[in-house]
């Protein structure tokens, strides 16, 4: 009785793999093989130097437009990257150099609206189970960050503090201990190369330390974030001294791991700390 159930079972299958065909029905799978081979033809129709031309272009188009331009080349990047095209690292340097170009072309109250599809797209792929993915992006973050912070952003500017965000965010979502040691090796390579320049953002940087600090458990990483909270203290006073509560709050997480040098240096912190 069951090995006829069973034929029959297998039949009724067969059948209704014929009448899919027969009706042109699909699979999921079918459909993203589909798509991707789509995106590669795409891809290839499209040569490289009209790709080039376009974004040459691009430089030339009004706030509005830019904005609109942007956010559609996010769009194909975020479709290159979930079908692991072998031409997604093109789209999305090529997003980074006109951002790069265009910051420095327009005022800084008007980077907001392409900071914010920015960011987006950088958390989505960020939060990716793909490892790959989710560096790269990181990585680009990380690149026009620094790009920006060669834009000085005045007192009566904040935007630093939107730059660093998406790495918080991330961090904070993130169930990834690789991802989230990426994401401090690189705000460390921010501050390393950026520190002068750095106004806004030291309270979203405190936050980062303090979130990742609570999975991290590579004493090497957790080191080099004790010795840029010391050297902070005694070298860019001026730049903390408004937030100096949450600066001193995130020193204090680290003396479990390092009593000796934490509690050392703490002493020194009273003495510069606002009376």
């Known amino acids: ?17 014929k009448n899919e065909e027969r009706m042109g029905i699909i699979s999921s799978e079918d459909i993203v093989e589909i798509d991707r081979e789509r995106m590669k033809n795409i891809v290839k129709e499209i040569k490289q130097n009209d790709l080039e031309k376009i974004f040459s272009k691009s430089l030339n188009f009004d706030s509005n437009t830019f904005v609109e331009f942007i956010k559609s080349m996010c769009e194909i990047a975020k479709r290159e990257f979930q079908f692991n095209s072998l ?4 789209f999305l ?7 790069e170009i265009y910051l420095f ?3 800084i109250f008007n980077v ?7 960011s987006e797209f950088f958390i989505e792929i960020g939060l990716s189970n793909n490892i790959e993915n989710a560096t790269t992006s990181i990585d680009s973050l990380r690149q026009l960050t620094m790009k920006y912070l060669e834009k000085k952003e005045g007192k009566k500017y904040n935007f630093e503090i939107q730059c ?9 979502r993130s169930n990834d201990n690789v991802i989230k040691e990426y994401i401090i090796y690189c705000v460390i390579n921010i501050i390393k190369n950026n520190e002068s320049k750095i106004q806004s953002g030291w309270t ?6 303090s979130e990742v600090y609570k999975s991290q458990e590579d004493n090497n990483l957790q080191l080099q974030i004790l010795e840029i909270l010391e050297h902070l203290a005694f070298n860019n006073y001026e730049e903390i001294s408004d937030i100096f509560e949450q600066y001193v709050g995130c020193v204090i997480l680290y003396i479990d791991k390092f009593p000796e040098k934490s509690q050392q240096n703490l ?5 510069k700390s606002p009376k």
Do not use: A, C, H
């Open 93 to 99: 340097q090529k997003i980074v150099e006109v951002v």
């Open 112 to 118: 907001s609206d392409i900071w914010k599809i920015l």
């Open 105 to 107: 072309s327009i005022p």
């Open 1 to 17: 009785m069951k090995d006829e159930r069973e034929e029959i079972l297998n039949k009724e299958v067969k059948n209704d793999k």
């Open 204 to 209: 979203i940087i405190f936050s980062i330390f």
């Open 164 to 172: 660093f965000k998406p790495f918080l965010s991330i961090s904070k």
């Open 87 to 90: 031409t997604r690292i093109f």
């Open 267 to 271: 002493g020194k912190l009273y003495i």
